[in-house]
């Protein structure tokens, strides 16, 4: 957990060192990246400590970098490992953040396809001219002898090209075969041989051959993202220099005039570029920032590693957002709240803020135990002490529409009654059958038209209005349809809880007023003693006595005892 992480230098009851101490005292900011998987977080942790050598972290200072598998671009190209990417038209596949992975994948390959490890020049001129013999790794088997005309390049480019797949991940043949190996060992008693098999299956089912963070095919380019809502826009900077990314920033830009994407996203860029001094031709972006910029292109991906930098880029911009949100949210809450609310009224077209709003549910079982409930949220947040629960007492059998038409004016009479204010908006848990009901409710007590009134659908969320045949529908993720999705979810809590408790209370009563002689008030006392009916089973004749007298403790006994 990151947050825990960080927040253990912050604890006064840590016990800290002194060196631990007088870092902390010199933190000015704090900052994080969002990556794809842990294999791509120490890839970048790794670019950034030897591009920035922070003074605490004695951890990666030196020249090393993490290996590689090459494929050489030459005759009958070698397969090794390398820490140093050449730029020649040789393909490098990793970078491996796991030594012992990639050696096991070389061994893997070098056992499924011998491989030529000598340095000759193999052209078809030199062997021809037979300038070379064979050596010990043809004679025990590692090498077919390419270099004398033993195997032909056809059949040598064919293994290459198999294992260019084992490498880029496509290994699921080559699992069939170590597995069916795996058995064959298993079945000759060759356990310590199939054991070591099945490591290999282990780490090569989860191997993983591509990072997004250091990829030697993307050198020397600029990636920005773009995310807003109505008062800011979110822009997150990488700077990917010879295949890896060496700089992550995100900044907020306010809007002030309504500026259009293109315009913030042109602006930003050339801030930026300036501020980190970058010199790429290249500029990913999500869309065209209508700008020119000498000798630079712009570069709108669709698939592949560049989309995949973008993606990336695209979610620290959008975790940016979410945690400026939250930040808000805890330092200026009523400032939050009225956000919230004033995107709800856009968003629903009210005429003002919903600071007081109220949502209806309700529930039985084929019309028994009918109840109903009201959940009360002010400022976007709940009010549970306005929270009322409803027994249907006008409707007989399951008639959600009645049901919902009686609480609701219920409900709104006893306001008026009382002089107690009106909510802005009603939410009704259902579609146009309950809105309907409701609106009926509304219109007895001639309040049509003063309280926004809107339904919701659960099966996709569509938000329908009195009247009108088309639904809207809000964006999954804005925040007006998630104060409408708790308040609903809140109600349906509430009202479940309450028919959950009648539903029992009343079994239980049943269960005793079943037994001739002893009626609703006495199975009342007994309950509210003992909580239930098996604890009323296990007490004493004493115990029962002391509550009902002794003729109706023997007919309780005797008929529970049974």
């Known amino acids: ?162 294992i260019r797949q084992i490498i880029r991940g496509n290994t699921h043949q080559v699992i069939l075969r170590l597995k069916e190996l795996m058995q064959e060992y298993s079945a000759a008693m060759e356990f310590e041989k199939a054991h070591i098999v099945k490591e290999k299956l282990e780490l090569l089912e989860g191997y993983r051959s591509k990072s997004t963070i250091v990829n030697p095919k993307i050198s020397n380019v600029d990636v920005f993202s773009y995310v807003d809502d109505d008062r800011s826009a979110y822009l997150n900077y990488l700077r990917v220099v010879n295949g890896a990314i060496v700089q992550v920033h995100t900044v907020e830009v306010k809007k002030k005039l309504d500026e259009a994407p293109a315009d913030i996203l042109a602006h930003v860029i050339t801030g930026l570029r300036l501020r980190f001094g970058s010199d790429s031709t290249e500029i990913i972006v999500p869309f065209d920032p209508e700008m020119d910029l000498p000798g630079v292109s712009f570069h709108i991906p669709q698939r592949g590693d560049k989309k995949e930098l973008l993606d990336l880029s695209q979610r620290n911009a959008t975790y940016y957002r979410l945690e400026k949100m939250k930040q808000l949210q805890l330092v200026d809450p009523e400032r939050h709240s009225k956000r919230v609310m004033e995107q709800l009224r856009k968003d629903l077209r009210m005429q003002e803020q919903p600071v007081h709003i109220e949502c209806f549910d309700n529930s039985n079982i084929q019309g028994k135990h009918a109840v109903a409930a009201m959940v009360c949220f002010r400022n976007a947040k709940p009010d549970k002490k306005e929270y009322r629960h409803f027994n249907i007492r006008t409707v007989e059998g399951p008639d959600d529409f009645a049901s919902m038409e009686e609480i609701v004016y219920r409900r709104y009479k006893r306001l008026l009654e009382e002089n107690k204010p009106l909510p802005q908006l009603i939410v009704i848990d259902g579609g146009k059958g309950q809105l309907n009901a409701a609106l009926k409710s509304l219109e007895k007590l001639n309040l049509r038209g003063k309280i926004t009134l809107i339904g919701i659908a659960k099966k996709l969320e569509e938000i329908y209005f009195p009247n009108d045949p088309y639904p809207i529908y809000l964006d999954k993720t804005s925040e007006s349809l998630k104060i409408i999705q708790h308040l609903r979810d809140e109600a349906h809590r509430f009202g479940i809880t309450h028919h959950r408790k009648k539903r029992q209370n009343e079994t239980l009563t049943t269960e005793l007023t079943s037994i001739p002689g002893i009626g609703p008030v006495i199975a009342e006392k007994l309950l509210k003693e003992f909580k239930s009916v098996k604890r009323i089973r296990e007490a004493g004749p004493e115990e029962l006595t002391r509550i009902i007298g002794k003729a109706k403790a023997e007919v309780v006994v005797k008929a529970l005892k049974m």
């Open 1 to 162: 957990s990151l947050k825990k992480r960080v927040g253990s230098y912050f604890n006064r009851d840590s016990q800290m060192t002194g060196k631990l101490l007088v870092r902390v005292k010199k933190i000015a900011d704090i900052r994080h990246t969002v990556t794809s998987s842990e294999l791509d977080a120490r890839l970048l942790e790794n670019n950034l400590i030897k591009e920035h050598q922070p003074r605490y972290n004695i951890q990666l200072k030196d020249d090393k970098t993490f290996p590689w598998i090459c494929i050489k671009k030459e005759p009958f190209p070698r397969v090794f490992p390398t820490r140093n990417v050449v730029h020649d038209g040789s393909e490098y596949y990793g970078p491996y953040a796991s030594v012992k992975l990639m050696n096991v994948l070389l061994e893997l390959i070098r056992q499924l396809y011998p491989l030529r490890t000598c340095k000759l020049n193999l052209t078809q001129s030199n062997i021809e001219k037979k300038k070379f013999r064979v050596c010990l790794q043809y004679h025990i088997g590692n090498c077919k002898g390419p270099c004398v005309g033993f195997q032909s390049k056809e059949e040598y480019d064919a293994g290459i090209g198999e």
